[in-house]
């Protein structure tokens, strides 16, 4: 399959050059904050890709090594005389003045977490800004020689140099992190930087992507087809009323029900996407074949590999079997809502780039020998970024800002064998803890709230009748990206209504506990 790359052109653009800091993308998302795109490019690229980039500034980001040390990582020097502005955040201020012949050395005293910043001079770097600041520090080292035509424009207790400042060029660097929300007026700096001095326009807004976007799949897909895989997810529900938007008709778009749906979605999807959105969804239903697969199956990692396979099996049949029902046109486009953290370039500090071009996610893996070719709209954006598109095209609220539902679906959550039954016993008690968590409130303050039916009967008492059914596991978390996560402390009386609900509304469940343990060790799903 083959990626093809999507510009912005005419757009106002930042490029950020990533060392390797964990905040890397923290930049990227201040930036865009502005309203101004931002692209995150390994520091292996060259000064005449920078060139003819568009970019309107440069961001050195900061990065875990040492300037002198062996390895550490490097810029191309001609990024210093392309005339454009240039913020060396920590790492990338050490460069930028070792670069430009100033000095760094190690401080004796490593600056980490927070601390106090005074503006020294003026600058426009700082303009509205208070004489203080308080900002986020994390380094070891410190420029001790300025370069020629440098001066300093800020200090720290431990650092008369904590800002330097170049305004015939336009080179600036800052020894703390502006883009942490540690350091609270950060996003000022960072706006000073890319409107005041670069100059740029606040022209990255989700109406100005969308009709953007649309020029360019249009371009790219001619009078082509194009098939998606909609799961009703944020991002594929996204990708789909934007190819929508773009090219009506010429977009097919393929859901598959695999049996192990939450209850009602494949009902809502139609009517979303079929009957609001007027879209060409095919709609297969697949459960007693993935159902029939997973027969006797309990090992976790089998059911991902059998669902996997089969999403792929039922995809390709169905999108074959569309393809010459419908004007005998064969799809030469596969359409996916990649987003940006998927497609950014990682590099590691001394190793080799190109290796490490981070791999990422496409639907379910979908076989080569489709040759299709690969239309990625959202490949640009942040997820918060496709939820706002998302909004601005007509999507409501309840599709933009759903909680991550695994692809595999309620088989993970089932654990032992996955059976029609227990199935059903899921769904239910599934959609008493999604009502219960929306009419609380509780729903969009939390990453994921979901129920696990486990493969545990225990003895409990209804009536007058001794019971012996089954156990369900609440599962609510916190997390920021799904790496690492918290349980979250939900008030008792809602605890205590969505258990009396699911024992006393779902037939086949008499127990529910709730799972206190926090990803790691533990993971977000059970399985
Ligand atoms: P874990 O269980 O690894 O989950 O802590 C982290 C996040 O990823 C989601 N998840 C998946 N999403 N296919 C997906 O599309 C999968 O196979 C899958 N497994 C886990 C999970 O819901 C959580 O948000």
Known sequence: ??????????????????????????????????????????????????????????????????????????????????????????????LLARDLDGAVQPSEEREFGSGRFTITRTSPLFAGLPKTLDVWNSHGDKVTRLPAGFVAVGATENSK???????????????????????????????????????????????????????????????????????????????????HRAIGSQLTCIFVDNGLLRAGERVWVREIFGKHFHLDLRVVDASASFLGKLRGVTDPERKRKIIGREFIRVFEKA?????????????RFLAQGTLYPDVIESV???????AMIKSHHNVGGLPKRMKFQLVE?????????????????GLPR??????????????????????????????????????????????????QSFAVLLPVRSVGVMGDERTFENTVALRVVESRDGMT?????????????????????????????????????????WE
């Open 348 to 354: 590691p500090i001394g190793g080799n780039p190109a």
């Open 398 to 447: 309840e599709i933009v800002h759903r909680q991550p539902f695994p692809g595999p679906g309620l088989a993970v959550r089932i654990l032992g064998e996955v059976t029609r039954s227990r199935v059903r016993v899921l769904q239910a008690a599934d959609e008493i803890v999604q009502a219960e968590m929306v009419t609380s409130g509780w729903y969009d303050r939390v990453w």
């Open 161 to 243: 140099s904590a800002a330097i400042a170049d305004t015939r060029r336009k080179f600036y660097g800052l020894q703390f992190h502006p883009e942490v929300s540690h350091t609270p007026r950060g996003s000022e700096v960072i706006e000073n930087f890319v409107m005041g001095i670069c100059g740029c326009r606040a022209d990255w807004t989700p109406g100005s992507f969308i009709e953007r976007t649309c020029a360019e799949i249009r371009e790219q897909v001619g009078e082509d087809r194009v098939v998606l895989g909609l799961s009703g997810g944020v991002d594929s529900s996204v990708a789909a009323a934007l190819l």
């Open 485 to 525: 996560a918290d349980w979250v402390r939900l008030p008792y009386e809602l605890l205590g209504r969505i258990s009396t609900r699911i024992i006393n509304e779902v037939k086949g469940v008499n127990r529910v506990c709730y799972d206190i343990s926090s990803k790691p060790p533990a993971t977000i799903e």
């Open 1 to 94: 399959m083959k990626r093809t790359s999507s510009t912005s052109a005419g757009a106002s653009k930042i490029v950020i050059l990533d060392f390797g800091s964990q905040y890397t993308q923290v930049i990227a998302r201040r930036v865009r904050e502005c309203h101004v795109y931002s692209e995150i490019l390994p520091h292996t690229t060259s000064a005449s890709e920078l060139k003819h980039s568009g970019a309107r500034g440069i961001i050195l980001s900061g990065g875990p090594a040492s300037v002198y040390a062996k390895g550490a990582p490097r810029v191309d020097r001609g990024i210093y005389r392309l005339g454009l502005p240039i913020l060396g955040i920590c790492y990338g201020m050490q």
């Open 377 to 393: 709209p959202l490949q640009q954006l942040f997820k918060d970024e496709v939820r706002e598109v998302g909004l601005q095209l």
């Open 319 to 331: 999108a074959k079997s569309f393809a010459t029902r419908r004007r005998g046109r064969p799809f």
